[in-house]
């Protein structure tokens, strides 16, 4: 089966740093992507992680621990406009071919001024 | 910056009737993909599709569903006879071999 784990909802102050948590727990792995979604919109591509550590992409770094099933999504410098929905997707299969993507039911994060 | 579109972008239909839903992916991309959301709900994979066939699908997918690639642009989803749970909004994504999904901005279906 697959399980992917995130918090419901989050609170954070503009300018300020979160980090959303994420663990997993599939049938097979080949990378874990963040998507942002805001209300009532499509998701977004964030970044993706394959292998064991940290990627780093202007004010967001994703890392990943396949041997704990575990990665982070940290955000710096908060602005409101980062007041949505942050998604955590595992790709199971081997890859190569059309692989759909597993969800988490997203993680709610609320900026505060 | 090259995108994938979806029409309608809102589409209200009678329980068991036929509604087709289309996208037309990001030109250079091979694989395709339809997803569904309930509201409130978690993002839940369908299909995939590449080179004319189905590449997987999930147990959502049943006989209802079918898709499509009907020319060299447009990917579509038909549900045959819907239900009143297949309200949700359906997202089209594509993508390049091993690389990530972009998602195309949505139908919501309203299937009273």
């Known amino acids: 089966g697959q399980n992917i784990d995130q918090p419901t909802e989050m609170t954070a102050t503009e300018g300020a740093i979160v980090q959303i948590n994420c663990t997993y727990q599939?049938?097979?792995?080949?990378?874990l992507f963040w998507y942002q979604q805001h209300a009532g919109e499509a998701p977004t591509f964030l970044s993706y992680?394959?292998?064991?550590g940290l990627e780093e992409k202007g004010r967001f770094s994703s890392f990943l621990s396949r041997s704990k099933g575990y990665s982070y999504l940290l955000l710096k410098e908060l602005q409101m406009k980062d007041s949505a929905s942050y998604l955590c997707?595992?790709?199971?299969?081997?890859?190569?071919?059309?692989?759909?993507?597993?969800f988490g039911k997203g993680t709610h994060l609320i900026i505060q001024p | 910056e090259p995108e994938v579109t979806q029409t309608p972008s809102h589409q209200v239909t009678q329980m068991g009737q036929e509604v087709i839903l289309r996208c037309v992916p990001i030109?250079?991309?091979?694989?395709f993909y339809w997803y569904r959301q309930i509201l409130g709900q978690k993002v839940e994979f369908l299909v995939s599709?590449?080179?004319?066939?189905?590449?997987?699908k999930s147990e959502i997918f049943d006989d209802q569903f079918s898709v499509e690639r009907p020319d060299g642009s447009n990917f579509t989803l038909k549900i045959r006879s819907t239900k009143l749970e297949d309200s949700a909004m359906y997202f089209c994504?594509?993508?390049?071999?091993?690389?990530?999904?972009?998602f195309g901005p949505g139908t919501r279906l309203t299937v009273l």
């Open positions: 030109s250079n991309h091979l694989y």
């Open positions: 997707a595992v790709r199971p299969n081997s890859g190569g071919g059309a692989d759909g993507l597993t």
């Open positions: 599939t049938s097979g792995f080949n990378g």
């Open positions: 994504a594509s993508s390049r071999p091993g690389n990530e999904q972009f």
């Open positions: 992680n394959v292998l064991d």
């Open positions: 599709f590449y080179n004319n066939e189905i590449s997987e």
